[in-house]
């Protein structure tokens, strides 16, 4: 029973994650840049939903509307402004690190905004409780597992049949031959970035929901998880972020969970576990699980 | 061939004909880090006309290929699609203005299907957006529909209909070229760009390909701009050659003079039997070593003359 309720904990936070890294994934797919600021767009996403509903009193509904709709516009932002000057010049390798700098930037702002407070985004679920097959399980998790999913599915057919779709991934295959047919590989690269982020501030509400108690700093090194999730499922394909969100995700809660019985990992193992399956699977398999190409020879 | 073409157009209203553009190339140079690649080259092609840029490899016919399509801007030039200025337009604009490509290396994207590939070609041509397109609107199914009946149409026109479901990964050479040229072509393109068509293939397919660019010319009216080492095929296809040698325009002209033309006899088609005479009076190592270098293929000649 035990395990179930780890189970059912790991598969939640990993559903949470696997959103979170496709958007990693997205814009990978799209511009080649290895995004270490898409963290930082979640919580700058979900600290805007958080504000609108704590400090103007918005609804919920409302606040997360709006909240997903302006970090698509700060996504749209940093590819218009930050990533095209790199992308002209094919120096994506320098862009990616370009988004380390633009991570702590958005970090530190947001380290001020929010100081010292617990700000909560006013989601319906509370802390609330539900039992699953005799395992309990929190209403606002089990909501993610069931968002995500519906979500992963929504983009998996869009991606395959809408014409948009395939002209993003024509664009990714071979950018030169899919401009070539008419694909704008300037639309393709916002809508991806907008994508992403909407996808991360999505993942974010979620992420703050209980029984997280709210959205606070500390939260940056949990969304961190979804790092080694994009890169153990393969930073090139979107099957492989869906199973490297979940890895994290069980990794997280059995670590977390059997830490009693894994007292040579010490009591604080669980945030390190997932750099450590990514550490196994980049050694066995460089392009991580299901992805084609090596992130560093992009 | 004639069956196919009345099934094509009696079932296929929607594929009619359009009337070519017209190109005009002017003065294009362009130079990469000091090399001259393009020097100056102008030539014209008529509406509905089959035109071939032939000349030795590095002659600069894909540097040409690569401006008329946006992927190289030009040190200087113009290039006029009837009267839009193709010259600062990215290639997806290029696309939209009229211009259709067919690869050279066929450029299939291996992930999709064959009939998926032909509907990107009409990417740019559905006004659905981003959203509706997903969640299957009424609008964006009935364009969808007609899209993929139109691919239909012009799969039947190039008789590669029987090949829509297959995996684009799966297909002989022969067949992505063709498959490639369709693409093209569902780009309802005002002037195609094809970019040595028939490389690769066998006598029997370059024959083909031959009937079927006559026929896309003849038939749909679309101008045809054509990169392509088979000389039978540019001579049996083509109503006019222009001759680029070392990135000059040496001749443009009709197919028979070209083939009497003593320039181009001596910068392109006569290399192999001026080498030849080259071997027969003085059959040095020397000279058969550099005449067996593709990228400076009348080096012999020019050393016979001096």
Do not use: C
Not at chain 1, 48 to 60: K, N, R, S
Not at chain 1, 75 to 90: A, N, T, Y
Not at chain 1, 246 to 257: C, E, K, P
Not at chain 2, 152 to 162: C, E, K
């Amino acid at each position: 029973m035990e395990l179930l309720g780890f189970t059912l904990n790991g598969l939640s936070s990993g559903a949470i994650y696997a959103l979170v890294a496709l958007g990693m994934v997205i814009v990978f797919k799209a511009t080649d840049v290895l995004n270490f600021a898409h963290p930082s767009v979640l919580i700058v996403g979900t600290y805007i939903i958080a504000m609108l509903h704590t400090g103007l009193g918005w609804p919920f509904w409302a606040s997360a509307a709006a909240g997903i709709l302006a970090s698509a516009v700060l996504g749209i932002l940093i590819e218009r402004l930050l990533i095209k000057p790199f992308s002209k010049r094919q120096e994506m390798v320098a862009a990616g690190i370009m988004t380390i700098g633009l991570s702590i930037v958005l970090d530190t702002i947001m380290q001020h905004q929010i100081g010292a407070r617990m700000m909560s985004t006013g989601d319906p679920w509370g802390n609330s409780t539900v039992q699953v097959l005799g395992a309990s399980m929190s209403v606002a998790r089990l909501t993610a597992l069931i968002v995500a999913a519906v979500l992963l599915l929504a983009f998996y057919i869009w991606l395959q049949r809408s014409d948009f779709g395939v002209g993003m991934r024509a664009a990714a295959d071979d950018p030169e031959t899919a401009a070539l047919m008419g694909v704008s590989l300037n639309k393709t690269s916002m809508v991806a970035w907008a994508l992403a982020a909407m996808l991360a501030t999505i993942g974010g509400i979620f992420l703050v929901s209980y029984p997280s108690a709210g959205l606070d700093v500390t939260v940056t090194s949990v969304v961190f998880n979804a790092i080694p999730a994009a890169v153990i499922g393969g930073m090139d394909s979107t099957t492989g972020a869906v199973v490297g969100g979940l890895i994290v995700g069980l990794t997280q809660a059995y670590v977390l969970g059997f830490q009693s019985s894994l007292t040579f990992l010490g009591n604080n193992f669980a945030p390190a576990a997932p750099y450590l399956i990514m550490l196994i699977v980049l050694m066995i398999r460089p392009a991580g699980l299901f992805g084609t190409k090596e992130v560093s020879r992009v | 061939m004639s069956v196919e073409h009345s099934v094509a157009t009696a079932e296929s209203p929607a594929l009619t004909p359009k009337a070519g553009a017209s190109l005009k190339v002017h003065d294009v140079t362009m130079r990469f880090s000091g090399v001259t690649v393009l020097d100056s080259v102008s030539f014209e092609v008529e509406p509905g006309t089959v035109h071939a840029i032939i000349g030795p490899n590095g002659a600069g016919k894909s540097t040409l290929f690569n401006v008329l399509s946006g992927i190289y801007k030009p040190s200087a030039g113009s290039v006029l699609l009837n009267d839009t200025q193709l010259i600062g337009l990215r290639p997806d604009k290029t696309v939209r203005a009229g211009v259709g490509r067919a690869f050279q290396n066929a450029s299939m994207f291996n992930s999709m299907t064959v009939e998926e590939n032909l509907l990107l070609g009409r990417h740019h041509l559905t006004k659905a957006n981003v959203l509706s397109i997903g969640f299957r609107l009424p609008r964006a199914s009935r364009e969808e529909q007609e899209s993929r009946d139109k691919i239909r149409a012009i799969a039947d026109f190039v008789g590669i209909s029987d090949l829509l479901d297959r995996d684009a990964s799966s297909l002989p050479y022969g067949e992505a070229k063709r498959v490639d040229l369709t693409r093209a072509l569902a780009t309802e393109p005002t002037l195609l760009l094809l970019d040595e068509p028939a490389a690769g293939m066998h006598t029997h397919e370059k024959a083909e390909m031959r009937d079927l660019i006559v026929r896309i010319s003849r038939e749909l009216g679309v101008t045809i701009l054509l990169v392509e080492h088979d000389m039978g095929l540019v001579m049996g296809a083509s109503d006019r050659i222009t001759v680029l040698n070392f990135g000059t325009v040496i001749t443009t002209d009709s197919p028979e003079a070209i083939r009497n033309d003593p320039r181009v006899i001596e910068a392109y088609l006569g290399h192999s039997s001026a080498r030849d005479q080259v071997n027969r009076t003085d059959d040095t190592p020397s000279d058969s070593s550099s005449a067996g270098d593709p990228d400076h293929p009348s080096h012999p000649d020019t050393t016979e003359e001096a």
